[in-house]
């Protein structure tokens, strides 16, 4: 299975901040890597796919880059509203699996 | 709007068996790709399963496999996961996922319901 490992595993920034989050794959997956956003007590909501398409509805604050193993999420101005949990997931192939997450905080 | 709701969780003992069910609307269900994730503590985002649109195609994560069995109904526009030998480790939050896009298996996830709790204790 591919192993999908995020980093760092929480950070606490300010409004207004550039925030970067990291996710490495263990193989190459081209540019099949997909970013969610978690809030407190809620289901998972797609943010991103294939490395670097805004789902509809996302702020374009928010953005995603990389290929091959290296990949990032960042946000480019901290809203209070972007508190949440963080997970990469690789889509290139079965088992589709995720990172652990990354928690940002203010 | 696209809505999943999940149910059928609760507390079960080890060994023993639970089916969800996840009722959906909005959406053509006949011609999406369907998944099952689940979420604990300890294992994260773990995604089980996969059905097709016509049951012929269905895979699972090395986890679950021989014991969990996911189906659907698309004339109910309901899919299920019927879950067998459970074990304290398959304690999660259960979500019932759509493909993103109709028709195929991008392996994108979008919607997901919202999700219900299953319990096995020892």
């Known amino acids: 299975d591919i192993r999908m490992t995020q980093s760092p595993a929480s950070l606490s920034a300010s409004v207004g901040d550039r925030v970067t989050i990291t996710c490495r794959a263990s193989e190459n997956i081209k540019t099949f890597l997909n970013w969610y956003q978690q809030k407190p007590g809620k289901a998972p909501k797609l943010l991103i796919y294939t490395t670097s398409t805004l789902q509809s509805g996302v702020p374009s604050r928010f953005s995603g880059g990389g290929s091959g193993t290296e990949f990032t999420l960042t946000i480019s101005s901290l809203h209070p509203e972007d508190i949440a949990t963080f997970y990469c997931q690789q889509s290139y192939i079965s088992p589709w699996t995720f990172g652990q997450g990354t928690k940002v905080d203010i | 709007e696209v809505q999943l709701v999940e149910s059928g969780g609760g507390i079960i003992e080890t060994g023993g068996s639970l089916r969800l069910t996840c009722e959906v609307s909005?959406?053509?269900?006949?011609?999406?790709?369907m998944h099952w994730v689940r979420q604990s503590p300890g294992k994260g985002l773990e995604w089980i399963s996969r059905?097709?649109?016509?049951?012929?195609?269905?895979k699972y994560a090395d986890s679950v496999k021989g014991r969990f069995t996911v189906s659907r109904d698309n004339d109910k526009n309901t899919l299920y996961l019927q879950m067998g030998s459970l074990r304290p480790d398959d304690t999660a939050i259960y979500y019932c996922v759509r493909e993103r896009f109709s028709r195929s298996s991008l392996g994108d996830f979008d919607p997901w319901g919202q999700g219900t709790l299953v319990t096995v204790s020892s």
């Open positions: 059905i097709n649109s016509d049951s012929r195609s269905i």
């Open positions: 909005g959406f053509i269900f006949s011609d999406y790709w």
